[in-house]
């Protein structure tokens, strides 16, 4: 019981702190036009470069400094978190339905339609992903949604793969037959007594997944794959940074800290909803 | 045919089969009259489970009935459309299970739980369900049914949620009660209370129930009739108290020499003898040849 407790605590710190982050970066995003300093797209080549604002030469104005063109760093990450999270939700959200569907049906019924959708999901999971995601990308050209898409279609798996696990466990429990005895039928078994049991499995994956999702479009971005707008991204500020790395190393440092922090607190959010409302668990 | 002369269950030489052809019932035939305790004994892999869950409806998909029929009140089960046989089952059978702690769903509160399938498949009204399920609550001694029906399964010790399981089994009112093995996952002094508040709630709602078990004390508290289980084959049934004074088959002696007596405590237990089992061997031998014969 003791050590129950003691977890119980550590994941209630991790997540408050975890949820906060998030908060904050969502706010952040929400309200960019309020609370960005500056005009992200604004460029002054009389600004370039400004250090952070406890280095000397720094600009009050440009807390996190500038990059090479002079525009401001954290208003350029705070406009960035839009794109971020824009694709952590809906991607994530496309890949858990997907995938979560899949893999309930795969684990409660088995037979042939396990068969079939689990050498499907071998198969997929055979690409490799970023190269599946470039791939994809690429056939269906750049823009928000492309790249929202190519998340979903390569993730889903992730989702079916742990929930069809999650569901064969419990659909081997008594209550299940249980069920059967007082004569529901499957598919009113799956969904009434089942599902509620893998809910909190598929909120932390789906927390967790946010989080890949925002690393995906980061790396999409990185590769000049993602949006083709001027509209800044996380992975578009690295790679202009990592090309003043000795001028400016700020440019670089600054997103990289947001996007590890961003991609930590919603893996380590999932974790702690999954403690929080498991009641097994809890 | 009238419906009050038919047995509430009739088992009519069942036998299945595993996929590597082995029988794990050999033309097992049994009754229940409507209101009868039949006990079912045997030991660790007889079939007693098997024949319940055949019964039941919920045999694991790789065990096959080959031959015979279960009757519900005289209906034959196997000739049923799936559906119909589903909401026959869930109207008037119901399971006391095992363990307590699995046959809960984790996630869900008991409350709704034991009221669902009332307003579900008997089509009760929620309220209706609602009193009735209080009404069972007190009966099976749960003395503070609010707190009860709104916990969650992990949140009752192993004997409140046998108490839960066995309200929401007679909730219903069913005519066949399968009890399998219902004491076994509790604690001796629980054990104790669970089996008369089974024998109380089964005299006062007068149904039937199939009890399974391998402990031959229980059997002689709670039955009527008995069968004795070997290897999926019926090697004697009786009455309750014929069998136990005078037990016919050797291995039904066996198993008697190898019950623990508290009048005893010291004597050393009696493994079943080398020349029973055998004796059973060559008895379903000869009972799988003379089966196979009309089978190829």
Redesign the interface.
Known sequence: MDDGRISRHGSGAKLWLAGGWLLLALLAALFAPLVAPQDPLAQDLMFERLPPFWMSGSEPGFWLGTDSLGRDLLSRLIFGARIAFVVAFAAALAACLVGSTLGLISGYFGGWADRIISRVVDVWMAFPPVLFAILLVAVLGTGLSSVIIAIAVIDWTRFCRVIRAETMGQAR???V?????????RI?IML??VL??V?PSIVALLSLEMGIAVIVEAILSFVNLSISTDDPTWGGIIAEGRLSIHQAWWVLVFPLITLILTVLSFSQFGEGLKARF???LR | MNAAVNPCLDIRSLSAVLPNGVRVLRSVSLSVQPGEVRALVGESGAGKTMIGKAV???LPPSVRIVEGDILLEGEDLGRLQP?AR??L???R???I???PL???????RIGPQMT??LV??LGWSGQRADIRIRQLLDEVQIRDPDRVTKS?P?ELSGGMRQRVLIAAAFAAEPRLIVADEPTTALDVTVQKQILRLIAQLQREHGTAILFVTHDLGVVAKISQKVSVLYAGKVVEEAETAALFASPQHPYTRALMAATPRYTNPFASLKPVDEAVLAGLASEIAAADQAWRRPHG
């Open positions: 429990m008594d209550y037959e249980n069920a059967r005895i007082a004569g529901y039928g009113g009434r007594e509620p049991n809910v498991d009641p097994v | 039941l409806g919920v559906k589903r909401t089952m869930g109207a059978t119901a399971l299970p095992q363990d699995t046959a809960l769903n984790p996630s869900r669902d399938r579900r498949i969650y992990h």
